[in-house]
């Protein structure tokens, strides 16, 4: 399996209520050197985390130990800018699970899917409804149910439906890559191989 089984998910949530965020911004390019997934959470947002002396940023949200969880809730048109994959790497080694945003660049929400983070696009409306939320209490919890297609804020039961492709609502259930799909496809891909031998 190329990473957890995604059904449900109940949880806390850190705010970032920062638009137009890019891929550089998440991971510096400076970082991109690694060629493995392993590791990325430790510069992820770095330049906006640390210090030039590598000591935390107070005002950063990710050092404020008011906040945590395994779903990222950031504004406007997330994950804009450079292709890298390694953006979404980073996400996904630091903890998350799921990114909500009201928009996501493309190719971002793409290379997320792919590896296991579910990006939740919302309405402008409802993402307001969330920071509020939160800001009222950070550790309000939200629920992502993927079968379903929603996304709930449990204290006040507010949801709102949200879109995912078929082909990759799938494989986020079951923990596939694109590889592992294939794979779990072998006896059917070997039985219709055989067939069309004939």
């Known amino acids: 399996m190329a ?6 998910l109940r949880s806390s949530a850190v705010p970032m209520p920062i638009e137009n965020v890019d891929t550089d911004q998440i991971i510096p ?17 770095r330049d906006w985390r640390y210090e030039n002396d590598n000591t935390p940023k107070k005002d950063f949200v990710l050092n404020n130990p008011i906040y945590s969880g395994k779903i990222l809730v950031a504004g406007k048109n997330f994950g804009s800018g450079s292709s890298r994959e390694h953006a979404a790497w980073a996400i996904y080694d630091y903890g998350f699970r799921c990114v909500v945003s009201s928009f996501f660049a493309d190719i971002f929400k793409n290379n997320s899917l792919n590896i296991g983070i579910l990006p939740v696009q919302v309405s402008a409306v409802f993402l307001d409804k969330i920071f509020t939320a939160i800001e009222a209490d950070p550790k309000a919890e939200l ?11 449990a204290a006040t039961g507010e949801s709102e439906k949200f879109d995912i492709n078929s082909y990759k609502k799938h494989n986020l259930q079951n923990g596939y890559d694109d590889i592992d799909y294939l794979q779990a496809m072998k006896s059917e891909i070997e039985t219709f191989a055989a067939k069309s031998m004939y």
């Open 29 to 45: 390019a400076r970082f991109l050197k690694a060629t493995e997934r392993k590791g990325f959470g430790d510069n992820l947002f």
């Open 143 to 153: 629920e992502v149910n993927l079968p379903e297609q929603t996304i709930t804020i």
């Open 3 to 8: 990473y957890d089984k995604f059904t449900v």
